[in-house]
């Protein structure tokens, strides 16, 4: 019997696409022959999993995952992708995406390393997500990972309309560092969270605010200015305020609350801190979106006679 080298499973799995741990029994079934452990793994329906790879994946869930840790608490989030929206409700589905996420807790949001990871069972998440690709019959993966950590305070989670608990479309977790009371924070915590979920910011402050979006906001209301006709120190006046309103509806600090339209989220965290009797800091926050940024295939059969006939 040839020896079962790490080598000779690499082998296998890049030909196949199957998981590493299916790779090696397939091996030791056939005495390491690499033709007859394909179809092994044919056989087992396995292997059918590497053919939907190059499928679209732009549906699935986002799984909010949180733990406490003594005065502090640890949350993740991951995007869990697969072709169908009708995936999303397979209970098979709905535990992958909350054992990710439970295995995210000690991952520093690197998706690689994530799907690297051992779970708890002794398989990796890339093998177990192969296993579930051959059992449900749909392309997946592991598209986004984010985690935070706080040595004292709370990191509070929000689901928005969610699938099932800690499941949904829209996945928020706000990270707060404080000596208040954790169930308090964790209260503030998910308001702030329904409020990310609504408006949808870039930034926590405006210090993280990426320089290029500032110039190019800035030229564009620099020429809307010009054309006022208006003196030169009016202009830079008028930039001044535009880029100020730029702020206002893009850095969450900054963000009239929507729960209290009067006050900044920087102000309702301040009165919340005031209530509570203890400073409370908003270290960071992560929305993600199921599919956002995903080119998505549309099957129309219009435009595409459309355009090969130069009427598009």
């Excluded at 091996?27 to 590497?50: F, P, V």
């Excluded at 308090?184 to 405006?206: C, V, Y």
Aim: one cysteine or more; charged letters at 30%.
């Amino acid at each position: 019997m040839a020896e079962i080298t790490a080598a000779l499973v690499k082998e296998l799995r890049d030909k196949s696409g199957v998981g590493m741990m299916d790779c090696k029994k397939a091996l030791q079934e056939t005495a390491g022959d690499i033709e007859q452990a394909i179809d092994w793994l044919r056989t087992k329906g396995l292997s059918k999993a590497a053919k939907k790879a190059d499928r679209i994946a732009a549906e699935g869930l986002i799984a909010l995952a949180l733990r406490d840790e003594g005065k502090g608490m640890v949350g993740a989030a991951i995007e869990l992708n697969a072709e169908t929206d009708f995936v999303s409700r397979n209970d098979l589905f709905q535990k992958a995406a909350r054992d990710v996420a439970k295995t995210a807790l000690d991952v520093d949001g690197d998706v690689h390393a994530l799907i690297h990871t051992m779970m708890p069972d002794g398989q990796s998440v890339s093998d177990m997500i192969g296993n579930l690709i051959a059992t449900i019959g749909e392309n997946m993966l592991v598209r986004r990972a984010a985690r935070f950590v706080v040595t004292e305070g709370a990191v509070a989670a929000y689901v928005h309309n969610a699938t099932a608990p800690d499941l949904g479309r829209i996945g928020v977790l706000v990270a707060l560092e404080s000596s208040g009371p954790k169930d308090r924070l964790n209260d503030l915590g998910r308001k702030i969270g329904m409020h990310i979920a609504a408006t949808s910011p870039i930034a926590l402050d405006i210090d993280e605010v990426d320089p290029a979006a500032v110039e190019r906001e800035k030229a564009i209301f620099t020429e809307q200015a010009e054309g006022s006709g208006k003196p030169a120190n009016v202009i830079e006046k008028m930039v001044e305020g535009r880029l100020r309103k730029f702020y206002e509806e893009v850095v969450l600090l900054k963000q009239s609350f929507v729960m209290e339209p009067d006050l900044t989220v920087e102000a309702f965290v301040a009165k919340a801190a005031k209530e509570m009797g203890a400073p409370i800091k908003v270290v960071g926050f992560v929305r993600l979106a199921l599919g956002e940024g995903v080119d998505k295939k549309t099957d129309d059969f219009a435009s595409e006679v459309a355009a090969l006939t130069g009427q598009a």
